[in-house]
């Protein structure tokens, strides 16, 4: 009772005059509510002018004050009595920018007609009460019945995506324009008519359009309905900085201060796009100022920040290695480095914003993730602004083999295609430097990764060449040999191997032999997949033999057994080796199924490349061996359904596997479930219904679903599937999510020359202000990437198979 009586207090103060408001002294240290709602409001003055005879409007209904009535400045309810009808009232809303409205007397009279009505409308029949009570009822039963038998989830989005506005925009402005003969992925599937329209469209301004999208940012940046005032003047200060405005960029920075909640970190976002302008443009003294800034600014990054924080540790990490204040950077790094889900999604997003590659069908990878994202991020981010070198000695850094080597590896993935796009040639001597920082197996698994992605690029030549390099480093690199349980005595003092090093050694294998198969050198794929298995099974000894020893410890004369073994010669000593040795066996088991997990990764990768039969053989000779050193029970795990999922065309192999399983095969684990669901709803045009799948599953991560979310949505954009990627986009429940693929959507419409239909989209009221702003920050930067790269003709992609 005592909180509820406090908590009417401010409101009963509301009601007194506005001068006895203003004479109240403010509290010390406490800021203006003006600045935190509308900080650059031009129709204060107006306001203040308004007199407080105007009855207000509660923001809730009480007791005699149950009558809802609406501004029709700003659509916001509020809530009197009848009496207010024909007099003037204010708005609820105290920021309206028209608040004082007139109640009109038409809402009298219709009531008073109702009023009149009611006592006829008692004497009739009661046949049209039970007609409208029926048939309405008949009505949704039949829907339910209609959608819960053709609908794949019996939910609402089973029905065609009926939102008038998106529906038109994408069915008839997403047409191929006539004067352009590359083919666009923004465009109608090629399957479709192509209709033309009698009037010609416009030559788009760039620059009307990116002046114009800079104020629709600006102004809604001001809306309450906003997620985060803060996030979006941080957006609309980014926008200015990439469009080359600064002083209007720093205008917004100042403001990022005067809305709540404070958070002065967002600062640093913009200031990056600037100190990037000023490297290129050799503003020493600018760049001096604005690196000064960010080093204080980043005193203040929460620790655990979540997104945010991710966000902005690469790219700032990035611009400060270009600056010169790389010891800053690599503390940057260090304190808020993840491994999560989270720093996967984050990692994607910014290398997407900053390197200008928002292929996320390309880019992600759901199978595999980096051990240290945001280190990766900055090395991409600094190739991409033209710092290669600067990028190989920062990913060289990392003390941990595999992170260096993961980092070193995307160097050089990235300079290679950088290579590519510039019309050269991506040769051994591009990627050579990087050499000198990796072990033989690091150089191995390097080199394979780059023979991929030159297959990727139609250069099998190249792709051999690097191949040959690859296995080079191997030739005096002995294979690993799997581990064997010895006798008591040798496992009572047995110490694991390091098991990072094997597990490089591992996927360097593994990486040659997904590139041989790719370029049908089978018989060698499949060597070194075997290889591969083997470094995985010299990490620990199988689970079957570990087993095997711990049945023996249970036999009744296993203690004269360790007794002579270990020439024990009191109980005491006995009952201690005996604990020991069961320790020991509990820690080996532990490794063991650390084994058995990491070799159904590994087979799981082969089996989703070029290499599933293979995959098939070598899990059943494991399951079968008859020494226990080799046996892993491979079958139990989802390796099988993993298989039969990637090679559903390959009926031989399929027959195979459900014969020797007698079709009891363990499901796929959830990630690839969902995966397999929300593709299948892709491909057969329900992009509704994928995403409300995404939105219905609770089991998996949120972050792990944006990212496989993100991958969707270029599936749609590379099949020119635009009206289904805004559907799609629109069905998701996420709003940070939904923002990020706005942003994305209007990055690409930009660079594929789509910006009036997009901008259409933006206009309209279908999304929150928070999601127009993180929309139009992609069309200005694609503006900006179409500015400063000619046109070439964008292909669109065959449908995906598989993700």
């Not at 209609?146 to 925009?169: C, H, M, R, V, W």
């Not at 469009?243 to 917004?252: C, F, H, K, T, V």
């Not at 005096?476 to 581990?483: A, E, G, I, K, L």
């Not at 290889?531 to 087993?547: D, G, W």
Request: glycine residues 4%.
């Amino acid at each position: 009772m005592t909180a509820k009586s406090s908590a009417k207090k401010p409101a009963a103060s509301s009601k007194q005059p506005v001068k006895s408001a203003a004479a109240t002294p403010a509290t010390p240290g406490s800021r203006n509510r003006r600045e935190t709602v509308s900080d650059d409001d031009p129709f204060e003055l107006e306001r203040k002018q308004q007199t407080s005879k105007v009855i207000p409007l509660l923001r809730k209904p009480v007791k005699g004050k149950m009558n809802r009535y609406v501004c029709p400045m700003c659509d916001t309810p509020g809530f009197a009595s009848s009496k207010v009808v024909g007099k003037e009232v204010r708005c609820a809303n105290s920021e309206c920018l028209a608040p004082v409205f007139t109640i009109p007397d038409s809402e009298s009279a219709e009531r008073k007609t109702t009023e009149e009505k009611k006592p006829v409308s008692d004497q009739k029949s009661k046949l049209p009460l039970i007609l409208a009570i029926v048939i309405p009822a008949l009505a949704i039963g039949g829907a339910y019945f209609y959608f819960t038998t053709t609908g794949q989830d019996g939910s609402e989005l089973a029905k065609p995506f009926d939102n008038p506005i998106i529906k038109n925009q994408s069915q008839n402005s997403m047409l191929p324009r006539n004067d352009t003969p590359t083919v666009n992925p923004l465009a109608n599937n090629t399957q479709q008519p192509q209709t033309t329209t009698q009037q010609e469209k416009k030559p788009v301004d760039p620059e009307a359009v990116q002046k114009a999208s800079l104020n629709s940012m600006v102004e809604l940046s001001r809306s309450r309905e906003n997620r985060s005032k803060p996030f979006s003047r941080r957006l609309a200060a980014e926008a200015y900085a990439i469009y080359g405005d600064l002083a209007g960029s720093r205008e917004q920075i100042g403001r990022i201060d005067t809305v709540d909640p404070v958070l002065p970190f967002y600062k640093i976002f913009p200031l990056i796009e600037i100190g990037w302008l000023q490297l290129k443009e050799k503003d020493s003294a600018g760049l001096k100022k604005t690196l000064d800034e960010t080093v204080e600014l980043s005193k203040k990054i929460p620790e655990y920040g979540g997104r945010d924080t991710l966000d902005l540790v690469s790219r700032l990490a990035a611009f400060w290695v270009a600056a010169g204040n790389e010891d800053a950077a690599e503390d940057l790094i260090s304190k808020h480095q993840a491994e999560n889900s989270l720093a996967q999604l984050s990692a994607y997003l910014q290398i997407a914003h900053e390197t200008n590659y928002y292929d996320f069908e390309a880019l992600i990878d759901l199978h595999r993730r980096w051990n240290a994202p945001q280190s990766v991020a900055t090395t991409l981010i600094l190739v991409s602004h033209g710092y290669p070198e600067a990028a190989l000695n920062w990913a060289a850094l990392a003390t941990d083999a595999i992170d260096r080597t993961e980092a070193v590896t995307q160097w050089s993935l990235a300079v290679l295609e950088q290579a590519v796009n510039q019309d050269k040639k991506p040769g051994i001597e591009l990627i050579q430097p990087a050499e000198m920082k990796l072990s033989a197996t690091g150089n191995a698994l390097m080199y394979a990764r780059c023979a991929h992605e030159l297959n990727v690029l139609k250069k099998p030549e190249l792709a051999k060449a690097f191949l040959a390099k690859s296995k080079s480093f191997l030739d005096q690199v002995p294979v690993p040999t799997p581990m064997k349980l010895g006798s008591l005595k040798e496992i009572y003092t047995m110490k694991l191997p390091a098991s990072e090093p094997l597990e490089l050694t591992s996927q360097a294998y593994l990486q040659i032999a997904l590139a041989e198969a790719e370029l049908g050198e089978q018989a060698e794929a499949n060597r070194f997949l075997k290889n591969a298995v083997q470094a995985i099974q010299a990490t620990a000894p199988s689970l079957a033999a570990v087993q095997s020893k711990q049945n023996e410890s249970s036999n009744f004369n296993f203690k004269d057994q360790i007794k002579d073994t270990l020439n024990l010669d009191s109980n005491d000593r006995i009952n201690r080796a005996i604990r020991d040795y069961r320790k020991q066996l509990t820690a080996l088991k532990a490794a063991a199924e650390n084994r058995t997990n990491l070799l159904v990764s590994l087979l799981s990768q082969a089996a989703k490349g070029e290499l599933s039969a293979s995959v098939w053989n070598l899990a059943q000779q494991s399951q079968q061996a008859t020494d226990e050193n080799l046996k892993d029970t491979l079958l139990d795990s989802g390796l099988p359904a993993t298989i039969l999922d990637w090679n559903q065309k390959n009926s031989d192999l399929t027959a195979q596997i459900k014969k020797a399983l007698n079709d009891n095969i363990p499901p796929l684990k959830k990630e690839d479930l969902l995966v397999q669901q929300t593709l299948s709803l892709i491909r057969n045009g329900k992009p509704e219904q994928a995403a409300h799948v995404i939105n219905q599953d609770e089991d998996l991560k949120k972050a792990w679903k944006g990212q496989l979310s993100l991958k969707l949505l270029s599936v749609l954009i590379n099949q020119s599937k635009f009206d289904q990627a805004i559907q799609f986009v629109t069905a998701i429940k996420d709003q940070v999510l939904r923002e990020d693929m706005l942003n994305t959507i209007g990055a690409i419409a930009a660079i594929q020359n789509k910006v009036p239909e997009v901008s259409a989209i933006l206009e309209s009221n279908v999304y929150t202000p928070t999601e127009r702003i993180s929309g139009y920050l992609g069309l200005i930067t694609g503006l900006q990437i179409a500015k400063a790269s000619p046109e070439k003709p964008v292909p669109t992609k065959q449908p995906a198979d598989k993700l």
